[in-house]
């Protein structure tokens, strides 16, 4: 099993399903596979695909794909690409650094916090590669990736050429941007679903790498987020060192099976794809009629590096575990109990996970029962955070 902790796979490794190369351990056959060591090879398998208009599924760690038992019919592209550029680094200007889409998240933020740039402390624990992380503006505990992204290289297969694209450029929102936004048709109706686009499961961009700038310091931004807070015996807004920053959210995602699998200690629990749905952001009114306990939050904007993120008043971010819980979905459901190969994790009802055995099928009807018994009793739609390859809910 491929795991960010392994060495890579030979460039002419043969791959016999992606359940090889998902963290839910699921996904049938693979037609073609490719391993890109160098841009070049990047570059020269996806215009392969596309000139000859074979369908394209281009992974890094595999920790945000549920893929159908019936494999992928085309052409599956794994960039392992790895390496960290630092352009230039001073008081006036911070630390700008860029790394191929094939680097690993994680220790990108290990590499920031060992070097004394913060910005991503929190976002430490995160499967998955520095690729992913701008498609949807990946964050956690109070931070996201867009406050400290600068800029992103991508090949564009509509232009058939290299681009850059600014942070103003990506349209981030919550767990969104134009990157992943390209993957679903325009002109979605209410009710309808998101149609796909012509570039699914692959975006339009394909992320060749990308450029941060962090501040440089030993103590972290200041903690937004309650929980983090509590954990450091810390407030709200309070700075502490970024290492102590790293070290709890590490501890609390590890809480949560929210981490890796370690191949020499399996864990059901981290065999998932985090968290499988969104927090959903509501009308106000509509947050109103929940139950006094449910959790809300203010919505905010998108900040750009160096700017204030603004409040929506018009709507509220609430959470999306509470509801699961709250609609009858305890720790460990399964839809025929303990013996259920997919079952929500024992320590976080937000991750649906593989107890061993379990197939992609098994997961998308776990996954059906939560979104309708959660809009059954609180009339709200769980969106589902992973790429979903032949599959639909």
């Known amino acids: 099993m491929v795991t960010a902790d392994q060495d890579v796979l030979p460039h002419s490794a043969v791959v016999p399903s992606l359940a090889d190369l998902t963290t839910l351990r699921v996904g049938g056959p693979v037609v073609s596979y490719v391993e890109a060591t160098t841009e070049q090879e990047l570059l020269d398998a996806v215009r392969a695909a596309d000139e000859t208009g074979t369908p394209l599924l281009v992974v890094g760690g595999g920790s945000n794909l549920l893929v159908a038992d019936e494999g992928f019919d085309g052409v599956v592209v794994r960039d392992v690409r790895r390496g960290l550029d630092v352009a230039s680094e001073d008081a006036c200007g911070g630390a700008v650094v860029s790394a191929p889409a094939g680097q690993s998240w994680d220790d990108l933020v290990r590499e920031a916090v060992d070097a004394g740039w913060y910005g991503i402390e929190a976002l430490s624990g995160i499967p998955g590669t520095v690729g992913a992380a701008p498609v949807q503006n990946i964050g956690a505990y109070g931070q996201e990736v867009a406050s400290t992204l600068a800029s992103v290289r991508v090949w564009d297969r509509a232009q058939g050429r290299v681009r850059t694209l600014t942070n103003s450029e990506l349209g981030f929102g919550y767990r969104t941007s134009i990157l992943k936004r390209s993957m679903q048709a325009a002109g979605r109706q209410e009710g309808e679903g998101d149609p796909l686009a012509p570039w699914y499961p692959t975006p339009r961009h394909i992320v060749l790498d990308v450029t941060l700038q962090m501040r440089l310091g030993t103590l972290s931004g200041p903690i937004a987020y309650s929980q983090l807070a509590g954990r450091l015996g810390a407030e709200q807004g309070d700075r ?21 699998d370690d191949p020499d200690a399996p864990d059901h629990d981290r065999w998932s794809a985090g968290s499988f749905f969104t927090n959903p952001i509501v009308p106000v009114g509509l947050a109103e009629r929940l139950p006094a306990g449910a959790p809300r939050f203010a919505v905010r904007g998108t ?30 459901f399964g839809l025929v109990g303990e013996h259920s190969p997919a079952r929500l994790s024992t320590k976080h009802t937000l991750a649906l996970t593989n107890r061993g055995g379990a197939r992609a099928e098994d997961l998308v009807a776990l996954a059906r029962a939560v979104r309708d018994g959660v809009r059954e009793c609180f009339g709200i739609t769980l969106d589902p955070e992973p790429v979903l390859v032949g599959v639909a809910l």
Request: glycine share 10%; charged share 25%; proline share 8%.
């Open 240 to 260: 502490v060192p970024s290492r102590d920053v790293r070290d709890a959210v590490l501890e609390l995602r590890s809480g949560k099976g929210m981490v890796l």
């Open 303 to 332: 900040a750009e590096p160096g700017r204030e993120a603004s409040v929506d008043p018009a709507h509220v971010k609430t959470s999306a575990a509470w509801l699961i819980q709250h609609a009858g979905f305890a720790p460990g």
